[in-house]
């Protein structure tokens, strides 16, 4: 059994830059992978948003540790109709998940994964979705169960992938 420990973020100035050491790479890879090139001051704002936002209700951010090692981050929610943008309601999303490149494919991911489908479960979610990355997105997601839709986001084009999770009765 691999033994993650997981970490719920605060917003304190600690776990934004907790987070911020992790998005940073994070957000580079997706630019690599598509081409572009964010600017920093963007990123930065981003990560603020996540950070003010970590508290809410049905928004779940965790850090993830091996160790003492950050090794990666998840960022989640349950979507809810007042929500802006496309949202399904009732549905838990994927908005981030990350792994740093040099623990992937060793189980970590996967474990991570389960973490963040726990806690939509406890939470009363049956389905989950998200969009996934062509490069290193779509593998992994459909190697832990996910299905491509066929439907791309409106707001990011990337085909959106669905997984209906079995619930405690």
Avoid: Q
């Amino acid at each position: 059994m691999i033994e993650l420990k997981f970490v719920t973020l605060k917003n304190t100035g600690r776990h934004h830059k907790l987070l911020e050491s992790i998005m940073l790479p994070y957000c580079r890879e997706l630019d690599s992978n598509v081409g572009r090139e964010t600017p920093e001051a963007t990123l930065k704002k981003f990560i603020a948003s996540i950070v003010s936002m970590s508290e809410e209700k049905d928004r779940f951010v965790e850090l993830c540790y091996l160790g003492e090692h950050l090794i990666g981050f998840t960022y989640n929610k349950i979507d809810r109709e007042e929500h802006r943008g496309y949202v399904r309601p009732g549905w838990g999303y994927v908005m981030e998940f990350y792994v740093k490149s040099e623990y992937r494919r060793k189980g970590y991911g996967r474990e991570n994964y389960k973490h963040l489908e726990n806690i939509l479960k406890s939470n009363g979610v049956s389905k989950i979705w998200l969009t996934a990355d062509p490069i290193t997105g779509e593998p992994f997601w459909s190697a832990v169960g996910f299905t491509n839709s066929g439907e791309k986001s409106p707001e990011n084009n990337l085909y959106i992938y669905e997984k209906h999770i079995i619930t405690e009765i």
